[in-house]
Nanobody, 125 residues
Framework: QVQVVESGGGLVQAGGSLRLSCAAS????????MGWFRQAPGKEREFVAA????????YYADSVKGRFTISRDNAKNTVFLQMNSLKPEDTAAYYC??????????????????WGQGTQVTVSS
């Protein structure tokens, strides 16, 4: 079982930036694909970004493409989500997740095995 812990959320004005971090433990990190999802009040969980085990493959939701960047440091067992040009509609609880399967759709939350508790991101207009 992989344990993941997010950090880095907060309150920011529209147009600002935040960097989320997610530390993973419990399994060889370089064998795990990682993803970020978000959920706003009254809305369903939404895919944000994902990265393959080597970092060579990245995936983004259309709503964040060009503004958010996912990356990973396998030496530090950490994945990052750099969020730039934030908009009020980016306000949500952001969840980090780990996937241990192979050849899976990383945009589908059902393929992720372990989840963090979430970190709140609030973007004011």
């Amino acid at each position: 079982q992989v344990q993941v812990v997010e950090s880095g959320g907060g309150l920011v004005q529209a147009g600002g930036s935040l960097r989320l971090s997610c530390a993973a433990s419990g399994r060889t990190f370089s064998n795990i694909a990682m993803g970020w999802f978000r959920q706003a009040p009254g809305k369903e969980r939404e895919f944000v970004a994902a990265i393959g085990w080597s970092g060579g493959s990245t995936y983004y939701a259309d709503s964040v493409k060009g503004r958010f960047t996912i990356s990973r440091d396998n030496a530090k067992n950490t994945v990052f989500l750099q969020m730039n040009s934030l908009k009020p509609e980016d306000t949500a609880a952001y969840y980090c997740a780990a996937a241990t399967g192979w050849a899976i759709d990383l945009r589908d939350f059902r393929n992720f095995d372990s989840w963090g508790q979430g970190t709140q991101v609030t973007v004011s207009s």
